[in-house]
């Protein structure tokens, strides 16, 4: 190498260099520029608005429009969390809050109290199903909303709030003071044993606690004999990914593939495996329930024990909402606010991508068949054992069982609220009925009296044609007045079309094996 070259190398290394990285330099300065000149827009539009607009408008509404519009632009999911927003969330993820420990509904104006929980301050106090809270600090309830009613009565734990409620049946108010205390929202609020031995645990959502509320449950349902398990997703719209995994883990084996997700940024590509020894052997079987409701944390469950073959999936196919929501929280100026960005797509064991639509190839003529209405084939995906699933976004239950829609007269008195109003008259003049006891005549009498007060429009037949399904409704607001909100759920399963075949396909399988034989019949299950 001459002196020269010796001289001038660092000068044309570096020029090297520059050319190399030059098309990426400029590519960035321009995408830079760029989001400067929009961003020039939009404080442009910004001061326009503010400065000419009809009436005088709040800055801060109109940025978190912005932020809230920049979002809803991305996909359903992203969305952006203002203080009271966020508050919601981390009640919904936590489980807790500070308040009274009641259900409440709005009925004529009036706040009404649906159902208080039990182990809580307002349960502790006494306070029933239908008593009506008229007063909050001495202030008049009348016309209030439930979120308006949530924010008064919700506060820190030790608090104090005044309540006076009217009861039917006492002529005087009952005034309470309640010492606000936490309240903890069970991701599992229904468990028990069937008849033969056929557990049945509801997951209403997967938060914090879920997994370790399954696993008590689960554990009270062993001790009672269980031989098989009913596990109820629907409607659950999920939660928490990491409960999602854990709570899967209970059924797989160490080592078993979960969830992959991916995303854009490389730290966004990670798979969940299951980290020790299933809870049941391979030879227990297991009945996942699910319904178009079920999405998220629930499909991730259901498609994991599905794709391991440890269990089967009833129902009718899930949501399919299969992609991860980032928690983002934002500047300390905005003091409680965050948003959710979807930062990746999650897949199950199979391949299977649970977001819907999943986009695969069609040929011409499957083409034509959708453009005619006709669904277009789903891809066809192997579980650990060969069986064959379905894509296409959601979870494909293994048997298909529709519920029945209800009759019209039913939905009308559910509606209307006249069982929960039924139960409440019933309740001032009348002890406990027996648990499961059905509605004798002078009970059905009294009811139909009922509706003739509360002018409740009604044909007589059309009445005693779903005598048995009203009778049902009648059985279950009264156990939920006098015994509570489990039992009330009790007694509505016995009516639940797809719990009942559920349940059913369930007793006449002794084995896994046996239920995979039956899943895979031409005739459908039949209810005795």
């Not at 196919?317 to 100026?333: D, I, N, W, Y």
Request: aromatic share 8%.
């Amino acid at each position: 190498m001459t002196r020269r070259w010796r001289r001038h190398a660092p000068v044309l290394v570096a020029l090297l260099v520059g050319i190399l990285l030059g098309g990426w330099a400029v590519e960035r300065v321009s995408a830079r520029k760029d989001l400067y000149t929009y961003l020039d827009l939009f404080n442009d539009a910004l001061a326009k608005i503010e400065g000419t607009y009809v009436e005088e408008v709040d800055s801060k509404e109109l940025l978190y429009g912005a932020i809230r519009g920049m979002l809803t632009s991305l996909d359903p999911y992203s969305v952006f969390l203002d203080e009271e927003a966020f508050k919601d969330f981390q009640v919904t993820t936590e489980g807790e809050f500070g308040g009274l420990g009641i259900q409440i509904t709005v009925r004529d104006g009036i706040l009404t109290v649906v159902s208080p929980i039990e182990g809580t301050p307002a349960y502790d106090l006494g306070i029933q199903s239908g008593d009506r809270i008229v007063q909050i600090e001495g202030e008049s309830t009348r016309g209030i909303t439930s979120d308006e009613a949530v924010k008064l009565l919700r506060g820190e734990p030790g608090t104090k709030v005044n309540i006076g409620i009217a009861r039917e049946g006492v002529e005087d108010l009952l005034e309470y003071t309640v010492t606000r205390d936490i309240i903890k929202i069970d991701s599992v609020p229904y468990s028990f044993l069937m008849d033969d031995g056929v557990g049945y645990v509801r997951v209403a959502r997967f938060a914090r606690t879920t997994a370790g509320e399954l696993n008590a449950a689960l554990g009270e349902l062993e001790a009672g004999g269980m031989t098989s398990l009913i596990l109820d997703l629907r409607s659950n719209p999920g939660g928490l990914l990491s409960q999602a995994v854990d709570v899967s883990d209970i059924f797989l084996d160490t080592g078993e593939l979960i969830v992959s997700t991916k995303g854009r940024l490389k730290q966004q590509n990670l798979d969940y495996h299951a980290r020790t020894p299933a809870r049941y052997d391979r030879g227990f079987p297991i009945l996942v329930l699910v319904n178009g409701g079920s999405a998220s944390a629930s499909e991730i469950l259901a498609g994991a024990i599905q794709d391991w073959d440890r269990g089967i999936v009833v129902g009718t196919t899930s949501f399919g909402k299969g992609s991860v929501q980032t928690l983002m929280r934002l500047r300390p100026l905005t003091k409680e606010t965050a948003m959710k960005i979807t930062t990746a797509k999650w897949f199950i064991a199979s391949g299977r991508m649970i977001e819907k639509p999943e986009r695969w190839d069609v040929d011409e003529e499957s083409a034509d068949d959708e453009e005619e209405g006709v669904e277009a084939p789903k891809p066809v995906y192997r579980t650990a054992a060969g069986r064959v699933v379905y894509g296409g976004g959601g979870v494909t239950p293994d048997v298909e069982i529709e519920g029945i829609p209800r009759p019209d007269v039913l939905v009308d008195l559910e509606r209307r609220e006249e069982f929960f109003e039924f139960a409440i008259h019933y309740a001032a003049s009348n002890s406990a009925p027996p648990v499961g006891s059905g509605i004798d005549d002078g009970t059905w009498t009294e009811f139909l009296d009922f509706l003739v007060r509360d002018e409740f429009e009604y044909e007589r037949d059309s009445l005693e044609e779903h005598r048995s399904e009203i009778e049902l409704a009648i059985r279950r607001d009264l156990a939920r007045k006098y015994h509570g909100r489990e039992a009330a759920y009790i007694v509505a399963a016995e009516g639940d079309e797809q719990v009942a075949r559920t349940a059913e396909l369930a007793r006449q399988a002794e084995t896994l094996d046996e239920l995979f034989e039956l899943s895979e019949a031409d005739e459908p299950i039949e209810v005795e």
